[in-house]
């Protein structure tokens, strides 16, 4: 969805079922199915990996590419993925993709940075990239060749020893013992749908870590080729500051439509929502969060704020939020969500909760009718203690248990 931020870019994502990977040997898509039904299924796979988000820039081209993504070694653009021979992929044959997202390896065989997230799509059958592969070709072709990227980008052979200590290449393999509804969802999630690149955190060299998959991790999303803004994407375990309050069917709702009774889409989100999630099937949606809800929950060694803390954002919190999101933080039915539990709110790094204060929320248009009332932005009405004060008193309350935010942290976002 997708970085070191929305930040990873990527190349593209798809989507398959788990099974797919059997059929693979044999040889692409079901016996029978023609060439109209690999497209089908290669639009539908476009749509499940966000492939529009990542590829698609401000008043361009569909996947024409020129997105800028922030990451620790600057700014990168997406590519063109339109069969324009020249600026596109039009000379890239189905192998050649396969070789991308199996191995991580440009056209000419080079290394392909880990910002695209390889490391999952490594998961994907050769069946989905061929059906992946034939959409792509059936797009209308168009020139344009993304702004270059910073020097740094230009230097690949660290990525051997990167790739030797963080790079498992195979595809997905089905678990026994577990349902074809689980595996289904398993696939979605670690492998093309690949949440983990921005719900994971790294470690110093930007590899996931392997003993924290999915805990909630730090983005930061590019506004312009010089500014990003810091996000945090929230742990999606079944933990008391993740999804422990969160039903199998509140969550696919949440995927389906952007809301639930426990939250509302703002942020990074929007577009994973309305342009990716929102076209997949409810079983596919259903398989998702039956997967996330049988994770083993995240231990957390709590650091509650500090009364005093807590005290201090009360009269604003009163003044501000009270209305709509009540005071037993368990919001309205028709005004705000909750904000007891919620997983934004206890978040490790608080920057999303920061972010919805400074700047309000923005649900997406297309979903508009479903979402929560829109939060406004404080930015200009409240200074950087009084945004420090309330978010303590929204972390420490009503059993919410995240850290203490100090003044710095939300002048940094604004």
Known sequence: MTALARAI???????????????????????????????????????????????????????????????????????????????????????????????????????????????????????????????????????????????????????ALWNSLYFRPGRYAVNPVRSAEWNRGAYLVEGPGHCGACHTPRNLLLAERDDSFLHGGTLHVALDKDHARRWSAVDLTPSARGLRSWSVAELTKYFQTGVSTRAGTFGPMNEVIANSLSALTASDLYAMAVYLKSLPPRAYVDEPVALGLVSEGAP??????????????????????????????????????INIILHGSDAPKALASESWETMPAYADVLDDAQIAAVSNFLRGSWGNRGGAVGSASVHAQR
């Open 316 to 353: 604003i919190y009163k003044a501000r939020c009270q209305k709509c999101h009540g005071s037993s933080g368990r919001g309205g039915m028709f005004s705000g969500p909750p904000v007891a539990g919620s997983a934004v709110v206890q978040a490790e790094d608080p920057a999303s909760l």
């Open 9 to 159: 870019f990527a190349l593209l994502v798809v989507v398959a079922w788990p099974a797919a990977a059997a059929h693979a040997a044999e040889g692409g898509v079901a016996a029978g199915a023609g060439a109209n039904a690999a497209v089908e299924q290669g639009r539908y796979l476009a749509a499940a990996g966000n492939c529009l988000s990542c590829h698609t820039r401000p008043g361009g081209a569909p996947f024409s590419g020129g997105v800028p993504f922030a990451t620790p070694l600057g700014t990168l653009y997406s590519t063109n993925i339109t069969p324009d021979a020249h600026t596109g992929i039009g000379a890239w044959t189905a192998t050649d993709l396969r070789r991308a997202l199996q191995q991580g390896r440009s056209r000419d065989g080079g290394h392909l940075f880990p910002a695209f997230p390889y490391p999952a799509f490594t998961k994907l059958s050769d069946a989905d990239v061929a059906a992946l592969y034939a959409f792509l070709r059936t797009v209308p072709a168009v020139s344009y060749q993304p702004p270059a990227n910073g020097v740094l980008f230009a230097m690949r052979w660290p990525l």
